[in-house]
């Protein structure tokens, strides 16, 4: 076996570095001949064409040594503490692979199992549609970086430190993972909400930003955190069944005191031709939407935060503000009512030596005019949808799955590929 591992170090050794060969595979040698198409620049010389690309070059697996991938084994047969299943990473097939003494079998099959735990642990087992309405890029790893990575755990021999790093660092995932480890064996119902909760946190960026703002729809609240610790928290009233929130992360980059209301078209219907509604025509004179001007009937209150994103989601005021001590606030059309947000905004604008005192936010309220105000630095803000929470001594808290998403989550952590039954892996929702 040594010498099997001596020869195959010897030719590994000779292997172009993952650099090198990208580089070299996209030269083209003087005198070969390149694969041309007619040219769809009209304003191209005649006779010129593109050259096409060459196709990417598959690596071959880095050298693994059997203490290595004896590691990745072991990490593999624990990593039920974080809510994963072990078998979905084939560790009999590393363990046959181990005790076959084929260095070439060895390094696929463990590069293989590295690739899809460590993706995992970055960015979540479910994917696709099961990630019901989410639409929050994580850039945490990709193919890339997963290469590098790989490398250089293999050249420190630090694999399992490694994966370990690639976990959400923010202390409710940790406290799941320990409320996990003391639930009930026979608790399955628990054990289940748990993980499926500590996946959703593997969804998100591993670093949400050292302040923002994270809303999450089944609790309903809205919180403001800055250095790992809360700094403001109120009650936030979400999106109605018909109507219901999507998860999103978009940055947050101002206000807008005595905001205009610009009617969603699905909401035309119900405003078209009432009293204390703006029509805005086109030039043929025709309605093209409806608008409401500031004031005490104003659907968004006093105040509505800067977030541009497609699904025009945001966080605002209400004229009815008797509505945050209902217990069930599922009640908006998507957007998120937010309890005392004038505070928080005051907060935040004068954030960083920000122009913007309470007096100045006062007055500008006080003129009845639509003022902006800008924050010095954007704020990330999270529309998240977690059904339970941990405490500190591993107790669980959950909130209504008003939405019905914790079904088709689950089955999806439950399925190998990740999608579960009916689902649809979507460049959309995809991971």
């Known amino acids: 076996m040594k010498a099997r591992w001596a020869v195959w170090a010897l030719t590994s050794a000779a292997i172009v570095p993952a650099g090198m060969a990208m580089a070299q595979a996209a030269q083209v040698q003087p005198g070969t001949p390149t694969t041309t198409q007619p040219s769809a620049d009209p304003l191209a010389p005649a006779g010129t064409s593109p050259t096409v690309a060459p196709a990417p070059v598959e690596l071959p697996p880095p050298l693994w040594q059997p203490a290595d991938a004896q590691a990745l084994l072991a990490y593999v047969q624990q990593v039920g503490s974080e809510g994963l299943d072990p078998r979905d990473y084939d560790p009999q097939l590393l363990q046959a692979a181990l005790q076959d003494s084929d260095p070439l079998r060895l390094s696929k099959v463990a590069t293989d199992v590295f690739n899809k735990l460590s993706m995992d642990l970055a960015l979540g087992h479910v994917r696709g549609s099961a990630r019901i309405q989410w639409f929050v890029v994580d850039k945490d790893l990709d193919k890339d970086r997963q290469r590098q990575l790989l490398e250089q755990a ?41 993980k499926l909760n500590m996946d959703r946190w593997r969804w998100l960026p591993r670093d949400l930003g050292n302040r923002y703002i994270i809303v999450n729809v089944p609790g309903q609240h809205a919180t403001l955190v800055e250095n790992s610790v809360t700094r403001w928290k109120h009650r936030a009233i979400a999106g109605a069944v018909k109507t219901p929130t999507p998860q999103l992360s978009v940055n947050a980059t101002g206000v807008i005191l005595n905001p205009w209301w610009e009617v969603p078209k699905s909401l035309s219907g119900e405003v078209a031709g009432k009293r204390g509604y703006v029509a805005v025509r086109g030039k043929d004179g025709k309605v093209q939407r409806w608008r409401q001007p500031p004031g005490p009937s104003n659907a968004l209150g006093k105040i509505k935060f800067v977030m541009q994103n497609p699904h025009a989601i945001y966080l605002h005021d209400t004229n009815n503000r008797g509505l945050f001590d209902a217990r069930a606030r599922f009640l908006s059309h998507g957007c998120i009512r937010t309890e005392h947000i004038l ?89």
């Open 154 to 194: 293999l050249a420190t021999r630090t694999i399992p430190q490694t994966l370990r790093a690639l976990l959400p660092t923010h202390p409710q995932y940790g406290a799941l993972r320990n409320a996990l480890s003391v639930t009930a064996p026979t608790d399955t119902a628990t054990l289940d909400k748990i």
């Open 343 to 431: 505070d928080l905004a005051a907060e935040l604008l004068s954030d960083d030596g920000g122009e913007w005192t309470r007096e100045k936010i006062d007055a500008a309220l006080a003129s009845g005019k639509s003022t902006p105000a800008n924050f010095v630095k954007p704020v990330p803000v999270y529309i998240v949808y977690f059904s339970a929470a941990a405490l500190v001594d591993g107790k669980i808290v959950t909130y209504q799955d008003l939405y019905k998403r914790d079904g088709q989550v689950l089955a999806a952590l439950n399925d190998r590929a990740g999608v579960g039954p009916g689902a649809k892996q979507t460049q959309t929702a995809a991971r």
